[in-house]
């Protein structure tokens, strides 16, 4: 089993930053993707970011240039800096690892943009 803990979400204006945290414990060996995903009010659950255990990172369209997600040192922790937030980011932010054949996700936290 692995637990997600997310945080760092809130209320940003437009043009804001923020930075998620997703702590890993438990069976975290193994882990060989970590990603971060996020599903708007009404709308499909969609990729955001990931990241493999060898460091590459891939994100979608929508965020590239803004978006930066990395690792901490001790690679159970991963991060999303988002900068120049715009409204349509406003979403549940869920953290998930890929471990074996299992995906795991976290609660969510909740950004908003305001505009």
């Known amino acids: 089993q692995v637990q997600l803990v997310e945080s760092g979400g809130g209320l940003v204006q437009a043009g804001g930053s923020l930075r998620l945290s997703c702590a890993a414990s438990?069976?975290?060996?193994?882990?060989?993707?970590m990603g971060w995903y996020r599903q708007a009010s009404g709308k499909q659950r969609e990729l955001v970011a990931v990241?493999?255990?060898?460091?590459?990172?891939t994100y979608t369209d929508s965020v590239k240039g803004r978006f930066t997600m990395s690792r901490g040192n001790r690679k159970n922790t991963v991060y999303l800096q988002m900068n120049s937030l715009k409204p349509e980011d406003t979403a549940v932010y869920y953290c998930?690892?890929?471990?074996?054949?299992?995906?795991?996700w976290g609660q969510g936290t909740q950004v908003t943009v305001s505009s």
């Open positions: 998930a690892a890929d471990r074996v054949d299992v995906r795991y």
């Open positions: 438990g069976s975290i060996f193994a882990i060989h993707v």
């Open positions: 990241i493999t255990s060898g460091g590459t990172t």
